[in-house]
């Protein structure tokens, strides 16, 4: 059985920072496509980064402020967040999907269950 389990999340002032870590079992996160998502009530879930060894994406909105990683040893993915922002506020999610293109589009085959981050001014 595949799990994704999120954990990190947390309230902070703003300009703070916290690490989201996402641990799988059942799936090898190295041989799948992997990434954060983000998602507001009444929003869109949108994607905020995609791990990749060579070159990694980000939003536009977290560029230079958010750092996705990997540790295959401990088959997890990690989101390290500096200087947030209020509207960085959401419920993140980790998913892998064996197709870049899927997860490209906001959708995978797995996902985890999700992780509160509030940011207060």
């Known amino acids: 059985q595949v799990q994704l389990v999120e954990s990190g999340g947390g309230s902070v002032q703003a300009g703070g920072s916290l690490r989201l870590s996402c641990a799988a079992s059942g799936l090898t996160l190295s041989t799948y496509f992997v990434g954060w998502f983000r998602q507001t009530p009444g929003k869109e879930r949108e994607g905020v980064a995609r791990?990749?060894?060579?070159?990694?994406w980000y939003a536009d909105s977290v560029k230079g402020r958010f750092t996705v990683s990997q540790d295959n040893a401990k088959n997890t993915l990690y989101l390290q967040m500096n200087d947030l922002k209020p509207e960085d506020t959401a419920v993140y999610y980790c998913?892998?999907?064996?197709?870049?293109?899927?997860?490209?589009?906001?959708?995978?085959?797995?996902w985890g269950q999700g992780t509160q981050v509030t940011v207060s001014s």
């Open positions: 998913a892998a999907d064996p197709s870049l293109g899927v997860l490209s589009r906001n959708s995978a085959r797995y």
């Open positions: 791990f990749s060894r060579i070159t990694p």
